[in-house]
């Protein structure tokens, strides 16, 4: 067989693979994707890698177990590459011609007097009361990543909980809080 005879079929291989699987790839994808965007990025690059080791080797035996376990590693870091939102970086957006303000700005403006002292007591009693509201779960991956600084990965062993259902509870958890003290945040911006 020629050399051009050889990759033509190669690459009719590689094409009737992708084509085959796209579709059932990219379901599995999107099940463990916040969005589909990002699902379809994620396939993107595990094709591309499918093509580029194809090319450099023989025709993988087992195509299909090696895209979804190509997959599966592409989420995987996708989730350890994403950086979690902090509650103190949440936004708090003002008027329009205004830079919005982070938590962190009102917290860190509170080192006046009295007032200010009753001030981030207020806020710590809103925070403490809003958090008592959680349920327990979404409680303690709350307090654990975002008050004592642990990982997600350290929350889902120590509760022996997937890392995606931390990450789910972590994600409810801050909703909540948002929604909870969007009232406080409003009387803060407009004293």
Do not use: C
């Not at 994707?33 to 993988?60: C, G, H, K, N, W």
């Not at 962190?104 to 009361?129: F, G, N, V």
């Amino acid at each position: 067989m020629s050399t051009d005879t050889i990759l033509e079929s190669k690459n009719k291989e590689l094409d009737t693979t992708i084509h085959k699987e796209q579709g059932k790839l990219l379901n599995f994808i999107n099940m463990r994707m916040p969005s589909a965007e990002d699902a379809e990025d994620i396939l993107q690059d595990v094709f591309y890698e499918f093509v580029e080791t194809t090319r450099e080797a023989e025709p993988l035996e087992k195509a299909v177990a090696w895209l979804y376990k190509v997959a599966r590693n592409k989420i995987t870091d996708w989730y350890r590459k994403r950086k979690p939102e902090r509650f103190e970086n949440k936004v708090v957006q003002q008027e329009e011609e205004e830079e919005p303000l982070l938590l962190t700005d009102i917290l860190s403006s509170i080192d006046r007097p009295a007032d200010d002292q009753m001030l981030l007591k207020a806020i710590s009693e809103e925070l403490t009361e809003a958090l008592e509201l959680l349920p327990e779960k979404q409680k303690e991956v709350f307090v654990l990543h975002e008050l004592e600084g642990w990982s997600l990965k350290e929350i889902a062993e120590h509760t022996q909980t997937p890392v995606k259902t931390v990450i789910s509870r972590k994600h409810y958890a801050v909703q909540f809080l948002r929604e909870h003290l969007r009232e406080l945040y409003d009387e803060l911006l407009n004293s």
